[in-house]
């Protein structure tokens, strides 16, 4: 039975595991991985470097004497630099580095995401991730949600569960009606509903993000437009 990992929009837990991930690529797969990932992103980033030291945390605890055992604990502390490559103007190419705090949540986010993916293609294991698209483009959105229909690199039938506010995946070229769920939460109870597109039975030839617009799927808020009073 694969392993199923839970992971929120922050990439808190995500981050964590993926630096020891890339601390453990001694055979520099993982590091091929992750700049094939980033250059299919088109983010101007050709390498990094990853770096990373331990801090021992309890150096300032007083000394008891020679009989009493202390142990020592320690933090991590990564240094991470992206090298990015640009064209001037006079046709030469430079190279500048840039801290991984210095670049775009989104950047930072694809980054922590590759290590997990890699893994997941390995071991055939389960991806949960909440809000999948905060800080990245639609269309990168898809594109990592169509590398676990590859059969070429998604040998092991890795599975991926995202939660998601973007339309952009509502199209039946991309993904099956059971691939496709709504959630639908009732304004009187409070209570949320989880159901398939493959329940409400849409048309194949039919433009399901224009119908989910509508409302004809559920799903979507009903705004209520008031005026505005001074």
């Given at each position: 039975m694969t392993g199923i990992n839970t992971y929120d929009s922050k990439y808190n837990t995500m981050f964590s595991q993926a630096n020891l991930m890339f601390e453990k690529?001694?055979?520099?797969?993982?590091?091929?991985?992750?700049?094939?990932?980033?250059?299919?992103?088109?983010?101007n980033i050709?390498?990094?470097?990853?770096?990373?030291?331990?801090?021992?945390?309890?150096?300032?605890?007083?000394?008891?004497?020679?009989?009493v055992k202390i142990l020592t604990f320690t933090e991590?502390?990564?240094?991470?630099?992206?090298?990015?490559?640009?064209?001037?103007?006079?046709?030469?190419?430079?190279?500048?580095?840039m801290g991984i705090n210095s670049e775009s949540?989104?950047?930072?986010?694809?980054?922590?995401?590759?290590?997990?993916?890699?893994?997941?293609?390995?071991?055939g294991?389960?991806?949960?991730?909440?809000?999948?698209?905060?800080?990245?483009?639609?269309?990168?959105?898809?594109?990592?949600?169509?590398?676990?229909?590859?059969?070429?690199?998604?040998?092991?039938?890795?599975q991926l569960i995202i939660s998601i506010h973007t339309?952009?995946?509502?199209?039946?070229?991309?993904?099956?009606r059971d691939q496709i769920y709504f959630v639908n939460k009732s304004n009187k109870t409070a209570i949320s509903e989880l159901y398939s597109l493959d329940e409400l039975s849409p048309r194949t030839s039919e433009d399901i993000r224009k119908a989910y617009l509508q409302g004809r799927f559920g799903s979507v808020p009903n705004i209520i437009e008031e005026a505005c009073h001074a």
């Open positions: 690529d001694e055979d520099g797969s993982l590091k091929e991985f992750t700049k094939q990932i980033l250059k299919e992103a088109d983010l050709t390498d990094y470097t990853f770096e990373s030291r331990d801090i021992p945390i309890n150096d300032s605890l007083p000394n008891y004497g020679p009989k991590k502390e990564y240094r991470i630099v992206m090298k990015h490559e640009i064209l001037k103007n006079d046709g030469s190419i430079e190279t500048y580095e949540k989104g950047t930072v986010s694809l980054f922590t995401l590759s290590p997990i993916l890699k893994r997941a293609f390995s071991t294991e389960t991806i949960c991730i909440d809000e999948f698209d905060i800080s990245l483009h639609p269309l990168l959105v898809e594109h990592l949600t169509k590398l676990f229909n590859n059969p070429i690199l998604n040998k092991n039938n890795a339309v952009d995946l509502l199209n039946l070229k991309l993904l099956r």
